[in-house]
């Protein structure tokens, strides 16, 4: 995490060697082989995000075994942006068949579509899970980093004009979700964690991860997920913490859409949809 912060700090992340180079992706791929998904944090990750147990893993847990990956690649001083001044904007992953629990796979991220946004750049992560040489699950992160100079986009956002649906399922978050979810995901970025160490970076208080609200909303909706489907949602205000949202979804004829809203105030937190793919 030292790594991560070094590059926001004035001064210090001018210097050679932890400033970021600016322009373009790195043509880097990182890649771990033969990844065994440990019981134990399985189940711890299942807890946090309440999925049941299962001989499969959940859709959303792969990301575990990437972020170590994400992280790696985007505290490489070739990567385009300091991490901690980037935005987890959007997210997409696809699920071709599901994983089971006792399966080994390969792992391997790259950045790619560096682009404009109106108000910085976009840039996405794509990671790729493989089983022997079979792709069973692929992911497409979406980054924002705020700067100057921005320009309209060069394709419309995948939910754009999709509003969250009204719901009635309301979720009560203790104010340490952020420590317990960073204790399994291993993302420890401070506005996750404490309330003090939030502020520092412009937060009234911490703040819910991201996929973490994502993966409790598929636990929302287990039952209803086919075996293969592809997931888009867009992050558009943060939970603060401790907070109570709700959450609701609707059948858009063959999709579904979701989202997470705020309990005390129309504010949107999450919007989300699921697609059946063939």
Known sequence: MLKAVLPAIPVIGGLP???????????????????????????????????????HLPA????????????????????????????????????HRPLAVTESFDVSVR??????????????LITEISVEGELV???????????????AETSPAPLAGVNAPDG?????????????????????????LYPLTAKAFGFPTNIAHGMWTLARSLSALQNKLPDAFS????????????GTVVFGSRAQGTDLEFGVKGAKKPVTHLVGRVVTEA
């Open 60 to 95: 959303t847990y792969p990301h575990m075994a990437a972020f170590g990956l994400h992280m790696a690649l985007m505290t490489d001083t070739a990567f385009p942006f300091a991490p901690m001044g980037l935005v987890h904007l959007r997210n997409t992953i696809r699920q």
């Open 168 to 192: 009635v399922v309301h979720w009560k978050l203790a104010g340490d979700l952020g420590r317990r979810y960073g204790s399994v995901s291993g993302d420890r970025n401070p506005i996750h």
């Open 17 to 55: 060697g932890i400033k970021h180079a600016k322009g373009s992706v790195p043509d880097i791929v990182l890649e771990r082989k033969g990844v065994v998904t440990d019981l134990k944090h399985l189940e711890a990750y299942n807890e946090v995000c309440g999925f049941p147990r299962g001989d």
């Open 111 to 124: 950045a790619a579509d560096l682009r404009p946004h109106p108000k910085g750049s976009l840039v996405d």
């Open 231 to 242: 997931v888009d949602v867009e992050f558009r205000k943060p939970i603060l913490l401790p």
């Open 137 to 151: 699950w692929d992911e497409v992160t979406t980054l924002f980093s705020r700067h100057k100079g921005g320009s």
